[in-house]
């Protein structure tokens, strides 16, 4: 269950509008690795963790934080477009700023959202739950919330050097520190079930089950070799079970596949127009 | 530019046709963590390395290897849907195993695709780019692809304990290792990068743009506090820039945000209608 | 900001497992109106009020409580989940409750969450905020959410007819009584808006400036009459502003458009190839 | 059935052309609220009915004209488009006003339509079906549609304020008008339903068997009572089946819920690895 | 402008109620290929036909058509649904025939459109305008479409071959037919534009400003030279313009690209961690 | 299985850096006839021939070619990144240009992708497997295959048109050609199946069982009759199958359908409110 308060959990006011920084802004709101994939992220990896303890503690705590952050950035965005210029081009764009605003905003923010944010990312794609990831390994699903966090502060960071506008940088310092706590707690987290686990996901299928004679080679399928170079290619493996190998010229271990026809109710191209050279034995048993 | 040859990577053929199996194994052809993201997400990144060297080439080589795994799924499942029943539910549910295939399998193998393998997943969305990443940043994106094989390896593996299939066991055991092999080789890329840079991405951040009073900090925004005895709650932080804190009953940092009121010609509803109580002064510059 | 408690806002617990149902049960969770869907469009609604008072506190009120329904959801699926019969369909089949289940299941709960809910609906198409609706304009997104309850409702009521657990009916008895009161307050809301603007959204646009000779006017565009039978087609209007007129044969009235020629630049068939059969004169001023 | 005459419903011929403003414009054809959306909505509800009369008649009429609207608008779009300026930035920018069509017009307009209109919305999101609802409940529907002729004329009164070309104006003024019509039959419609049915849908689920209790509760998950002010919180509930009352602190009602390890060959964090405190008895069956 | 009359272009009737085909024939109602997508393919390529004549009137006869076969679609699967078996699995499994129903039918159209056709395929993914294309060039289009009726028939007809019901099978004959018309009157047009034009789409772009050596170059890169076997490696080029020629080992013509690095504002990984071997001299002009 | 080799198919090196039409070549990349869209749709054509021969090692050699062009745009859109302004609006449109590149381009260029190109089209809609097609008839596919070569090659012309850059026209030129081989070829491959098969798709279902009475029928269902003028209203039908017949007056062949009530368990709107005039007998057999 949950609590709403009003108050924001930091300021979230820029020292004057600008709609073309809204636009932009829209990414780590509603984008890929916006606060809506990762509040929606943690609390669905939270509430389908199978037990009860601290990770599970952990991810409520964070995606509770994540919709106080959906909240400051909706707030910014409101307020960045306080005011935002409609109207038409010809006369406006004699200042090419108001020009540039035109041309740059994003237009729904004026049709559809009445100034307001909107769940979309800076370009206006609408969020979508395919950018979440739940699986209920939780070693897995650390190493995506490491990197939703690792991308998401790039973003922030990449949005604080396009502006020179104090409350919006006041801000976006703020959300950065969080996300630089947010990669440490992945961090942490995932180097405790390393340690109790291994650092193959999943660590509970046999790995005799596997084809281990390919369980720590490199296919060297570019041609060149400088990924030889690499940690990859040589010394023991980091899972602690086998020795990297570098294969040079990777070689085919299967022959050319060839199809059966398909029945004729599925009226396919018929066999006779495309022909069957050298087609193999037809499997044991249809149906 | 790349080259194709005909033979296979690894041997796609199962024991006999299976059309529900076909349509689950779809999902690590075309789903979120298919061999279609790999694939793409290892090459957009490879495309987008700005430099050269070994890690440019790690992520070709993987790129590459993973269209030949995109192609044995499609000719496995192609395998899988040999002869795939259709027609007339009363009659054939008379056999109960072709009518929970009639059911149960997806209907587009039959109708659109001609009983050959889809770009989607095992519910029949089709494949988007918004499952992969590419942001520029190695750090980042190598945390991005050890998260893609571990979902990928761990989705692989549940679909082993599905079937009894010794033609699918023996494929799928293949990819696992492969999977294996994977994931150690980002981890070890990762671990490099770490060493190089620091652990939190992006490194060439200042660390005192960012509010570095709130950079190691875990706030408890669900009630109770599990998640105090995590190592994330106390000791130096992973990145050794400070000391992990737990802040038991978080407080708000900001007041209650009011908005001023849109222009008219936005027409929302009219400000007399929504009283605005207390309503903080406008800000500085309205265009 | 928000605050979470572990405790859930009802039961969430069916007598026994049922992964068809867990299927089914998706559509109110992660469906165009499942719980994500109303919890994010009043957040945004309240976050987007420019103003404060009844309103924004009625949005933020309703939208933290659908958060803990979406936690109800996903508790509820999670435990329809348990021990979900996964395995080889020929030897599983022989019962054909079990056949059902394999054929029926989303294989997305095995392969991709783990037995764990998902933001996706019950034909498995992942949540998307094209779903949801923030316009600015009170009135207009009151009717949104009366809407969407109403939807929810229908849907919760046609799943409550579908089961005989009883774990399941007194969880939906709850959520369709919350609906109920959902409904009640949008109409509540709608009305008092209603009575202080006009029934027309947005209230503010001059209409002197609408076409009035049509906005009464019910146009026959289906041969056959049965719809002048309708209040809509006789009275005074609801808005209080005219009279609905019915008009049975609609006339067009504007003649026939012909496009002028595309520029050379574009490539499109040649006009030439296109005979321009009377093109009308060029509009005055191309750029 | 369906006949389609080459005369427009209405003028649809801008002053000049103006490539900026086809681009807003396109919110209104192919957005969440434009003409396919409601062309399409009317026309499936029209299909579904079960039975016959006026309401079917009604949604043929209405859904017959939108696709009239959805001309007009394509043929507006493509006039604006007339001679639209493509080219080297450099050059154009020279006169501000091209510079600002440049960068902002849709770039598809050029490379993918050809100067004409595309099924998308004005930041170019190709129109999806997630955006209609028909459900087979003329009262759930009617009220879907009541929000889209509200929505869509807002949008369009907003489009409205943002152009001077008198063409755009005009053809404007009527989709208004008609939005004003399509507003007034709808509520007509549900005002007639509603005095058949009650206000809640689906009127046909016995009220004993919701939880009547919290029918008609509002709960203040959101602090500070603002709401409480509201009709919604106080006096005879809208459906006249019982009386409003404010929880002013909402207590949850079930335990914090623990879940079941998952089986084995799901693969999830080891259970010895999530420590299960205190987990519930298991369910009483597990298939 | 349009009109609708409400009998039927042809009969819409089954024998008896089948949900499983009710869902299957959602593939070519809502599909890729289905009727909606050729309805506005059609529609969005005539009102963009700029010019007029009997090219545009095509567009329009068969794009009203199309909505009729929408319809009857619509109409065929409600019936289809008539009485759809929903509730317990357990009790219903015992016949078989329900039982796959129950598993297989989609859930959507009991919980979401009330037995009612949805603008969806037959997977439930909703319609998309992704999958339709008006460019202005009415070669390009005319292909577009034939490909079109020739995917819709291919699917009509594998949806004949999977049901007995002679009044589903009528009306697919129906359509099948129409079909056959289409692409009839596809390929009519299209062998007109390529005589007045040239086989090459657009036919207006000067062939000195291409490539000419590589215009019908035929490249091999799949190990093996079947393809060598085929018109398209020798002799005349369809167009006229060239002979084929057959490239056995095809080799690059650029040297190995290697990026500049991203100014530090991006903050991509440091120039200093990826080695930047023997880069390229800089571009010429960075802004 | 693939090889990747480090050179470029072709030169891939703009004059200097242009990041509007960064954005703009994104459309021949990741949009709908994108490089992305051929690619993936000849290999999985290609994979999923059930049989042999010069076909399918067509499309191998095509689709591993496509390969390489994303390589060379993924390459071109880079560079054309290479420095991309960012920054204060208000400071930077002091330069029209700059200010019309700060509005205009796309904002995840920078964000995002960190200066790199993206799996998206020119407006930044991701790609989806929505755009490809491959349905095991070959005939239906070579003809998708020659409608994507025509509308993308219009789109690289159309681009050409837009730029005076010597260095991406010299590209453009090299994929020009390119797509008129490709376009050669197909129609080669589509005149070889339609003279061992019949030009009507696909040619294995008995023409007897279609309803050949419509079979060469043009209905004028729009206005007017320009389009009586075509081919495609007389003489010897394409398929050489009948002759080509006009039909002025379409009228309709089945009643108005009226369909049966929706189950009680269902809840739509209850049949006392729909009055169902004149219902039909009911279907036979309600499961």
């Known amino acids: 269950m ?3 308060i009003k108050e924001l959990q930091y300021h979230a006011k820029p020292e004057k509008p600008d709609a073309l920084f809204a636009k932009k802004l829209q990414e780590i709101l509603g984008g890929q690795f916006g606060e809506i994939s990762v509040a929606l992220q943690y609390l669905f990896q939270g509430w389908n963790v199978r037990g009860n303890g601290k990770y599970k503690d952990l991810l409520m705590d964070t995606g509770a934080e994540e919709l106080a952050h959906i909240e400051m950035l909706a707030t910014m965005i409101a307020r960045l477009l306080d005011g935002a ?52 390994n939780l070693l897995a699903d650390f190493r995506a919330n490491l990197n939703a966090e690792s991308q998401g502060r790039l973003q922030a960071v990449r949005l604080y050097e396009t502006t020179t506008d104090r409350g919006v940088k006041d801000m976006l310092s703020w959300l950065i520190a969080r996300d630089t706590m947010h990669q440490n707690q992945w961090i942490a987290a995932i180097k405790e079930l390393e340690a109790k686990e291994n650092v193959v996901v999943p660590s509970t299928f046999p790995r005799r089950l596997e084809k281990r004679e390919v369980s720590h080679v490199l ?23 086998g020795v990297f190998q570098y294969v040079e010229q990777p070689q085919p271990l299967a022959k050319k596949p060839i199809l059966q026809p398909a029945p004729s109710y599925i009226h396919d191209t018929p066999p006779s127009v495309i022909k069957n050279h050298g087609a193999e034995a037809p499997p044991p048993h249809l149906y």
Chains 1, 2, 3, 4, 5, 6 share one sequence.
Do not use: C
Request: charged share 15%; aromatic share 8%; hydrophobic share 40%.
């Open 219 to 241: 296919f060297n399928f570019s041609r060149g070799n400088e990924s030889a170079a690499g940690r990859w290619a040589h010394g023991t493996s980091l899972d602690g079970e």
């Open 2 to 4: 949950f609590f709403h």
């Open 85 to 136: 210029p409609v109207g038409d081009l010809e006369k406006a764009a004699k200042d090419p700023v108001i020009g540039a605003i035109l041309g740059g905003m994003n237009p729904q923010h004026a049709i559809v959202s009445g100034l307001g944010a909107m769940p979309a990312d800076s370009v206006g794609n609408r969020w979508t739950a395919d950018y979440i990831i739940a699986s209920g």
